[in-house]
């Protein structure tokens, strides 16, 4: 399933102003020159494009652009921001492989925009505006069949992130299929992400002691569920929602609940409430029952098995099975998505299929890793995993002082680091979603 994020908090970094004109209309009486890059003609399609999923009024993101009003002042930190590519916060590189939803800017479109911001922001004539952008291939959201909320509202108590999961009965009296997922956030100017994940019938009472265990609505929660459940789906600023691979689903039994993990951030709004909902396409039957499998190497959970030493400036832990030969029924493999998931101390990382005869596919590469864009890729053309290939997962870390989170307004210190749920420790997990 397509999860991806467009433009995103622009909050933390400096405001730089591009230099030029006064950014009106520009150019000498009667108008800009013939050949100037202008806001209606040029620049509008691309913010629409790429970025107005989230700076809009009221959106995730700390300010709008969806005028030229808007944009004009900030033309030198959308230079800035999109030619460092950390704005639209695209993290896939470019050329492992093709993805459904794309919104990375193209080489043109970063000179385009710093062109418009070093020119001084001209304005332009609204009755050229230019021709909408191409999305590219998607799979949007076709229908929704049932929508779940959050039990009740929840206001973050922490700052500026907050981690919580909320249980939500799952109400199909017989099994159906998720064939459709997304998040609508009650309040998107503190809602940073939402995984949704199935809680299977006999972890329920484990699931419901844990909840019960804390205070206040949900319970806190950081790189998982804190309980053995699957992945339904996940949502990231600019999300619009999408179907599955025609024919595919993910199974849901009666009695199962769901859990909403939400990631709140505080910077831009302060700890306002939220009662965030989700969607879901449904299906009573699907060709091919899917399942969004996490891989790693099991020994990594273990003891120091992914041991990250204090003071390292890059760790490396790989990993490489197959796993076609896992299941009871051994076969090829269609993989139509692939997602990273590290912590914070992040560096890079990457995805790849070695196949048997010795050669090598990629399927993501992470090669400046943020963990607070994350999500899974889908593939303009799945692929496939035949016996004798094999899944390789390989991350890195930076571990030095420089790079350790701040918990609490207090910068870590560095310290030994292995696999585990919590802030400050790690982990290295792949997530494909995949048929038989």
Not at 103 to 121: E, F, K, N
């Amino acid at each position: 399933m397509k999860r991806m994020v467009c433009a995103g908090m622009l909050s933390a970094l400096p405001l730089v102003v591009g230099c030029g004109s006064d950014g009106g209309s520009g150019g000498a009486a009667g108008g800009p020159p013939a050949d100037a890059v202008t806001y209606w003609e040029h620049i509008k399609p691309v913010l629409d494009a790429k970025c107005n999923n989230c700076h809009t009024q009221g959106g995730i993101a700390p300010f709008s652009l969806e005028t030229y009003a808007d944009a004009a002042p900030l033309r030198g930190l959308i230079k800035q921001t999109t030619e460092e590519r950390t704005m639209p916060p695209w993290p896939a590189a470019k050329g492992c492989n093709d993805y459904l939803g794309d919104r990375s800017l193209t080489d043109d479109q970063i000179t385009l925009l710093g062109t418009w911001a070093d020119g001084g922001g001209i304005e332009g004539d609204p009755a050229k505006e230019g021709a909408p952008i191409d999305p590219g291939p998607g799979n949007p959201l076709s229908r929704v069949d049932r929508t779940l909320e959050m039990p009740v509202e929840y206001t973050p108590t922490k700052a500026p992130d907050d981690y919580r999961c909320f249980v939500v009965d799952w109400p199909d009296a017989e099994t159906s299929y998720v064939a459709g997922f997304r998040a609508n956030p009650g309040n998107a100017r503190v809602v940073h992400h939402v995984i949704a994940y199935l809680v299977e019938p006999a972890q329920v009472a484990e699931l419901e002691a844990l909840d019960a265990a804390e205070d206040g609505p949900g319970y806190t929660c950081y790189g998982g569920a804190n309980v053995k459940a699957s992945w339904l789906g996940s949502w990231a600023p600019g999300s619009l929602g999408a179907d599955t691979a025609e024919g595919t689903g993910i199974r849901v039994d009666p009695g199962s609940k769901i859990v909403l993990q939400i990631h709140y951030n505080t910077l831009a709004a302060g700890a306002e409430p939220d009662r965030t909902s989700v969607d879901f396409r449904l299906e009573k039957s699907v060709t091919k029952e899917a399942k969004i499998q996490p891989w790693a190497n099991p020994s990594w959970l273990q003891g120091n098995g992914m041991l990250i030493p204090a003071g390292e400036a890059d760790v490396k832990h790989a990993f490489a099975a197959d796993p076609t030969a896992l299941a009871p029924n051994p076969g090829p493999l269609t993989v139509y998505s692939a997602g990273l998931h590290m912590h914070t101390l992040g560096a890079y990382g990457s995805l790849r299929i070695e196949r048997a005869d010795g050669s090598s596919e990629c399927l993501l590469d992470i090669p400046k890793w943020n963990f607070h864009w994350q999500g899974a890729y889908e593939f303009v053309k799945p692929m496939t995993l035949n016996p004798g290939d094999k899944l390789s997962l390989e991350c890195h870390w930076d571990n030095t002082a420089e790079n350790q989170p701040v918990v609490d307004g207090v910068k870590m210190p560095p310290k030994d680091v292995t696999w585990g749920e919590g802030t400050t420790d790690e982990m290295c997990l792949g997530t494909f979603y995949l048929t038989r």
